[in-house]
């Protein structure tokens, strides 16, 4: 396997189901992140990892719980939620932050697709 | 309050034609911007980085220009393809921050054979 890996593709779940959505990095990078896309709206980013440690967490309900067990796994923990929450949800990672400024090119799963019922 | 805006209308274009995107964005001190090609059902792909001291990068048929006075980056594919149709999404990185890219809501281009 290459790239940023995400299963599953599609999900479907009701408001009273517990779920969660693993990504799998192979590119050897220190940083990744979740971010929520819905229809006609840009890309929301929720949680970023760096170095398995959380450094930034955009104001997401808790019902949205993530877990950075080594650099090359991401999840996202989903616990009662909502139709809104329906959308799709994307795993990214890059080399690192970019805090040199240099800039950071992100690599993105595929994806998966979630409907909550 | 900080706005990243591409056009929501999508772009249709004859093939062998040049297609130009915009992003304009405000209330920004760019360290740098990316473009990114996202297909139906698909994570996006980064195409193109421009940091905010350059002009204009080049790679293959693509062509980002920056100009950080107007506030805006366009995007030129040229000699379009079918192949081209996709979303593209403009994000930007802030200086001074934490330099993770926010996104806008992308620009679909559509290229008629």
């Known amino acids: 396997e290459t790239g940023v890996t995400q299963t599953p593709r599609h999900l479907v779940m009701g408001m009273t189901n517990k779920k969660s959505l693993k990504c799998e990095q192979h590119l050897g990078h220190n940083a990744m992140y979740w971010y929520k896309q819905s229809a006609k709206k840009p890309l929301e980013l929720m949680f970023v990892?760096?170095?398995?440690?959380?450094?930034e967490n955009n104001s997401v309900p808790s019902r949205f719980s993530p877990e950075c067990p080594n650099s090359s796994h991401l999840f996202l923990h989903l616990h009662t939620l909502q139709p809104e929450d329906s959308a799709l949800y994307l795993c990214?990672?890059?080399?690192?932050?970019?805090?040199?400024?240099?800039?950071?090119?992100?690599?993105f799963g595929p994806g998966t697709r979630l409907t909550v019922l | 309050s900080q706005k990243i805006e591409q056009n929501s209308e999508a772009l249709n274009i004859q093939e062998g034609k040049t297609a130009t995107l915009t992003c304009n964005y405000t209330n920004y001190s760019p360290a740098y911007l990316q473009w990114y090609r996202q297909d139906p059902g698909r994570g996006p792909v980064f195409l193109l980085l421009?940091?905010?001291?350059?002009k204009e990068k080049r790679k293959e048929r693509l062509k980002v220009t920056f100009d950080t006075t107007l506030k805006q980056s366009l995007f030129h594919i040229t000699a379009s393809q079918p192949a081209d149709s996709a979303t593209y999404l403009c994000?930007?990185?802030?200086?001074?921050?934490?330099?993770?890219?926010?996104f806008g809501r992308g620009t679909s281009l559509i290229v008629h054979p």
């Open positions: 994000a930007l990185a802030k200086s001074g921050g934490s330099y993770i890219p926010t």
């Open positions: 421009i940091r905010e001291n350059e």
């Open positions: 990214a990672s890059s080399q690192d932050l970019g805090l040199a400024g240099w800039g950071n090119e992100q690599f």
């Open positions: 990892y760096s170095l398995e440690e959380r450094v």
